[in-house]
């Protein structure tokens, strides 16, 4: 049980370019979300899902798109990177009538 | 929207000292979570409260929601070095989105 897993670990991208993180999580959770952490911040919430086949936007959806295509998995996008997307980005994933969220362990992308 | 304000934002304690950080609300909140990430770690949940004035502990760990349900705090009692790392306190609305608070960064020298 690998829990909830998340690729790449580290990328760095030139602005304009586009990229895809991909989060997995194995518990057969319903609910998937995707977070940003910022230096010296708390979390603040990009984009979610409620189930497969459905996303919802959070806190701060804008440059961001995302797909649950399976359950199993939650993408999210960047179409043209900018350097405000500097950042460590959170999957997490929780299971219906729980309100604990799990965290995969991050992907720290870095836009120069 | 709602938001949650935490403090302090950074603490140096001794080992061995206690420490509380606090998380307040303007608005009533219907719940708070708390959550500890080590350095370079992933957010793990540590509990959640509902209950006005509610208290409840884990070994070492006091949380507790405020009667008015606007203010929790954690208490951490004779801290050690695996204590370090931040501390956030979040809540969780009627869309069952997270909203984090900023964060306490606890440092113990041992």
């Known amino acids: 049980n690998a829990g909830v897993t998340q690729t790449p670990k580290f990328r760095v991208l030139k602005t304009g370019q586009s990229m895809t993180l991909l989060c997995a999580q194995d518990?057969?959770?319903?609910?998937m979300y995707w977070y940003r952490q910022d230096p010296g911040m708390g979390l603040r919430l990009i984009h979610y899902?409620?189930?497969?086949?459905?996303?919802a936007k959070g806190e701060v959806p804008d440059g961001y798109n995302v797909s649950r295509l399976k359950k199993q998995n939650f993408l999210l996008g960047l179409e043209s990177a900018a350097p405000s997307q500097t950042s460590v980005y959170f999957c997490?994933?929780?299971?219906?009538?729980?309100?604990?969220?799990?965290f995969g362990p991050g992907t720290r992308l870095t836009v120069t | 929207g709602q938001q949650v304000m935490q403090i302090p934002q950074y603490q140096h304690v001794q080992e061995g000292e206690d420490f509380t950080t606090y998380c307040n609300s303007s608005?009533?909140?219907?719940?708070i979570q708390w959550y500890k990430q080590r350095p370079g770690g992933h957010p793990v949940f540590l509990i959640q409260?509902?209950?006005?004035?509610e208290v409840k502990k884990q070994k070492r760990l006091t949380f507790q929601f405020g009667e008015a349900k606007k203010n929790s705090s954690l208490h951490i009692t004779a801290t050690q070095t695996t204590d370090v790392g931040t501390y956030f306190c979040?809540?969780?609305?009627?869309?069952?989105?997270?909203?984090f608070g900023g964060g306490t960064r606890l440092m113990v020298k041992p």
């Open positions: 997490a994933s929780r299971p219906t009538g729980s309100y604990e969220q799990y």
């Open positions: 518990m057969n959770h319903e609910y």
């Open positions: 899902s409620v189930g497969e086949g459905t996303t």
């Open positions: 608005t009533t909140l219907s719940n």
């Open positions: 409260l509902v209950k006005s004035g």
């Open positions: 979040a809540f969780r609305n009627a869309g069952n989105m997270l909203t």
